[in-house]
């Protein structure tokens, strides 16, 4: 019975309803769009690192230098040179915006390592201002190979486009990023392969005697340390969201069941006055504000889908978007709750109103 009292008092006010639902779906939206780019970022970062073809990653003192080019070239091929080293190569690395880098790459020992680039449009680089996109990146462009496209104040010509999956999005001679830069001689970090993966752990011991200071890392362990809770800020942008979802659900379910109580007094009043319990108003309240939780939670996740084709539509590259199924059933436990926790007040508004004056309600 209480089933079918609230979904006719949901059918009878349609809008209070859809708007309801509407506003609940924005903060749900937010979660699982927040959480879904953060576990995007992990995943596109570990895709393209494994697709280096590396089996470990030197750097210069610590993982904060990633975009600093500040280790002598020379290293590489002096690493090149320890036992168990097939390849090695170094990369002078620019940021281009946000999460956004070029690599300055050594083309013929870059694809040596990682296997030739597969050419979806245009050639490799031919010219001194000749730069190499991935489709990402191009899509995000707008752009084509012959095009052009203007970074860091500086026009280049698109000479082709790449499949995705190598290191970067953005690719520059090694040269050109080190003149740019004024880091001649200099790379941000050197990748190394090896004849037998098995020698992982006794290399990088080997390396570290070699060249104490620097950071020596297997290429599986650097992606397993990229996660969500070592993005800065994620964790406390994500809890701000989430409170933000409780604030609106539960303001709009209060506002809501306020409004919903205010128009149906005498309905109210006739309930109690066929014997109907303070316990059961009170049930009827919140089990509708239950319904409009769970409808928002469902048009979140919808929504969710939704930014996700819109960002990979206008800006795969720099915000790719993961759909996380885990955090269905958090957001959808958020909003519910926070609209139940809103509808609380007015429940008891209703189920202490008299049914006299109820009754008389005009």
């Known amino acids: 019975m209480i089933a079918q009292l609230v979904a006719a008092n949901l059918n009878y006010r349609p809008v209070r309803t859809i708007l309801s639902i509407l506003l609940i779906a924005v903060p749900v939206t937010l979660m699982l769009t927040l959480v879904g780019l953060s576990q995007g970022f992990v995943e596109d970062?570990?895709?393209?690192?494994?697709?280096?073809?590396?089996?470990?990653?030197?750097r210069d003192t610590s993982p904060t230098?990633?975009?600093?080019?500040?280790m002598p070239e020379k290293l590489v091929e002096r690493l090149h040179q320890v036992p168990h080293v097939t390849q090695a190569t170094g990369v002078a690395t620019h940021v281009v915006s946000g999460w956004t880098t070029v690599n300055g790459i050594d083309l013929v020992a870059f694809e040596r390592m990682s296997g030739s680039f597969v050419f979806q449009e245009g050639h490799s680089f031919e010219k001194p201002d000749d730069i190499l996109l991935d489709t990402f990146y191009a899509q995000q462009a707008h752009v084509h190979a012959g095009g052009k496209i203007k970074l860091f104040d500086r026009e280049w010509n698109v000479a082709g486009v790449v499949e995705p999956g190598k290191l970067a999005?953005?690719?520059?001679?090694?040269k050109i990023v080190q003149d740019f830069d004024g880091t001649a001689g200099r790379v941000a970090q050197i990748y190394l392969k090896l004849?037998?993966?098995?020698n992982i752990n006794s290399i990088i011991d080997s390396i570290k005697a070699l060249l104490p200071g620097y950071w020596v890392i297997s290429v599986d362990d650097m992606v397993s340390m990229t996660s969500a809770n070592n993005v800065p800020f994620l964790r406390p942008l994500l809890n701000v969201i989430i409170g933000v979802a409780v604030l609106i659900g539960a303001a709009v379910a209060s506002l809501s069941m306020y409004m919903a109580i205010q128009q149906r007094t005498r309905e109210i009043g006739i309930l109690k006055s066929l014997g109907a319990s303070?316990?059961?108003v009170l049930k009827?309240?919140?089990m509708e504000a239950l319904f409009l939780g769970l409808g928002g939670s469902i048009l979140g996740i919808g929504f969710s889908f939704l930014s996700r084709w819109l960002l990979a539509r206008f800006v795969p590259a720099s915000l790719p978007q993961a759909i996380v199924p885990q955090w269905w059933p958090i957001a959808a436990?958020?909003?519910m709750a926070s609209a139940l926790l809103g509808a609380l007040y007015p429940g008891i508004l209703a189920a202490r109103q008299d049914p006299i004056d109820a009754l008389a309600y005009e």
Do not use: T
């Open 278 to 280: 303070k316990l059961l």
């Open 169 to 174: 999005h953005i690719f520059l001679p090694i």
């Open 284 to 286: 009827i309240i919140l």
């Open 45 to 58: 970062s570990g895709r393209r690192m494994r697709g280096s073809g590396a089996d470990i990653v030197v």
């Open 333 to 335: 436990g958020i909003a």
């Open 195 to 198: 004849d037998d993966p098995a």
């Open 65 to 70: 230098s990633m975009a600093l080019s500040n």
